[in-house]
């Protein structure tokens, strides 16, 4: 059996796109909860953590505790690592970035709210 020249190269061009079709979309699924400090100055959970499956670049999470909104804002999301902004209730802003399965507690001094983010994957 024969094939000519030109019934190979379409067959290997279609092969070829067949395998690259799929593009993969970029983002990043992570858990963000409230954290305050305890009397003893630890880190505690205030409520439930939040669950994001797929959040991409400029994605916004509201959260809100005893009448104080905290905001956060995926900003860059690559192969990895994301990286967050957070928006406090007094408008003070903090930019992190979080590596995949590490943990981030994000609370500066004066504040009395922050937040914890658990990234469980980015692309």
């Known amino acids: 059996m024969r094939y000519s020249l030109a019934a190979i190269g379409i067959a290997c ?13 970029s983002g990043a699924a992570y ?26 670049v400029q994605s916004e999470q ?13 900003r860059k999301t690559q192969y990895g690592r994301a990286t967050f902004e957070v928006t406090f209730p007094d408008r003070l802003t903090h930019m992190f970035q979080v590596k995949d399965g590490e943990t981030k507690d994000i609370l500066p001094k004066r504040q009395k709210l922050g937040v914890r983010v658990e990234l469980q994957h980015s692309n």
């Open 31 to 56: 858990r963000v909860s409230i954290i305050a400090k305890d009397e003893a100055g630890k880190l505690k959970p205030q409520g439930p953590s939040i669950q994001v499956a797929t959040a991409s």
């Open 62 to 74: 509201q959260l809100t505790h005893e009448g104080q909104t905290l905001s956060l804002l995926v």
């Open 13 to 25: 061009f279609l092969l070829m796109n067949a395998g690259c079709s799929s593009e993969i979309m």
